[in-house]
């Protein structure tokens, strides 16, 4: 199993930030596309920005110049930054393999809110 720890999730208000980190097992990180995942009360999981081995990013469109994906190779560790926040991207966030989810750890809660 690979083990993927999430943090970095709270409550902020319209128009916030936030930066989510994920440890992720290091025996596999350095040769692995990672993602982040997003899933809303009563919505499915999508999917919202990967980045590859060589640093290659790709978004969702609903995040798209708001958000940034990064990763540390040494730390083994993935990072979300969020700017702009709204209401809608309140949700479970969780990072993983990326076309290919494999087992999911906790996730961060993430609420957008006034």
């Known amino acids: 199993q690979v083990q993927f720890v999430e943090s970095g999730g709270g409550l902020v208000q319209p128009g916030g930030s936030l930066r989510l980190s994920c440890a992720v097992s290091q025996y596999i990180f350095k040769v692995i596309t990672i993602g982040w995942y997003r899933q809303a009360p009563g919505k499915q999981r999508e999917s919202v920005a990967n980045?590859?081995?060589?640093?290659?990013?790709d978004y969702a469109e609903t995040v798209k110049g708001r958000f940034t994906i990064s990763r540390d190779n040494a730390k083994s560790t993935v990072y979300l930054q969020m700017n702009s926040l709204k209401p809608e991207d309140t949700a479970v966030y969780y990072c993983?393999?990326?076309?290919?989810?494999?087992?999911w750890g906790q996730g961060t809660q993430v609420t957008v809110s006034s």
């Open positions: 993983n393999l990326n076309p290919t989810p494999r087992n």
């Open positions: 980045i590859t081995t060589g640093g290659k990013t």
